[in-house]
């Protein structure tokens, strides 16, 4: 009944470019807060980036001015442009979904996708 499904990670060389896309389905299709976790080798998992509905918008500090969180136009779909790619951002990335954007912060969103790889090569 619930899903969020990632697409667009891959491999790409250092310096590269991913644009990855959330799209959710049944009933966090409504969500208010939309977000972008990712899971590093030997690494917790971290925020990286999140936005609502109004316009509020939240960076980890080591992906400020290199990744963009965008809403589609369809209010289901989020998307996470990631430029200038580094070795260090190859992880799983998920993507997370709430009504309520603490939770998205936190990393106890309601809705969680199943995650997409990036591999960032030297």
């Known amino acids: 009944q619930v899903q969020l499904l990632e697409s667009g990670g891959g491999w790409v060389q250092a310096g590269g470019s991913l644009r990855l896309s959330c799209a959710a389905s049944g009933s966090i299709a409504g969500s208010n807060a939309m977000g972008w976790y990712r899971q590093a080798p030997g690494k917790q998992r971290e925020l990286v980036a999140a936005i609502t509905s109004g316009g509020t918008l939240n960076y980890a500090d080591s992906v400020k001015g290199r990744f963009t969180i965008s809403r589609g136009n369809a209010r289901n779909t989020v998307y996470l442009q990631m430029n200038s790619l580094k070795s260090e951002d190859t992880a799983v990335y998920y993507c997370?979904?709430?009504?309520?954007?603490?939770?998205?912060?936190?990393?106890?969103?309601?809705?969680w996708g199943q995650g997409t790889q990036v591999t960032v090569s030297s």
């Open positions: 997370a979904a709430d009504r309520d954007l603490r939770t998205v912060l936190v990393g106890t969103a309601r809705y």
